[in-house]
Nanobody
Framework: VQLQASGGGLVQPGDSLRLSCVSS????????IAWFRQAPGKEREEVAC????????YYKDSVEGRFTISRNNAKRTAYLQMNSLKPEDSAVYYC????????????????WGQGTLVTVSS
């Protein structure tokens, strides 16, 4: 499945952004979807995940309660709603998918979108 991520931008601390990840050609119903991010000089980290089976979710501790992952199967689109953004949330964000996947235990993702840059700065 090909994924296209978008929605990044420059925002101030406390603002919100919604990232989108559109699938071309395949419905996302049977895929686990995850958002990763990578800041300059840091390793890529998983931020949120939505399981394919029961829509169970995983969130990195530092975003729990501020970020929400979701999907609209009819639109073949997954989202990452990010509220109360902090400067430390600044990174390139990537969406990823794996068919019939679960969030935990973590495992490799087979499909990746290009990144979208999020910058949180005053």
């Amino acid at each position: 499945v090909q994924l296209q991520a978008s929605g990044g931008g420059l925002v101030q601390p406390g603002d919100s952004l919604r990232l989108s990840c559109v699938s071309s050609g395949f419905a996302l119903d049977y895929y686990a979807i995850a958002w990763f991010r990578q800041a300059p000089g840091k390793e890529r980290e998983e931020v949120a995940c939505l399981s394919s089976y029961d829509d169970s979710t995983y969130y990195k501790d530092s975003v729990e309660g501020r970020f929400t992952i979701s999907r609209n199967n009819a639109k073949r689109t997954a989202y990452l709603q990010m509220n109360s953004l902090k400067p430390e949330d600044s990174a390139v964000y990537y969406c990823a998918a794996k068919v019939f996947g679960v969030c935990r235990p973590p495992g490799p993702y087979t499909d990746w979108g290009q990144g979208t840059l999020v910058t949180v700065s005053s």
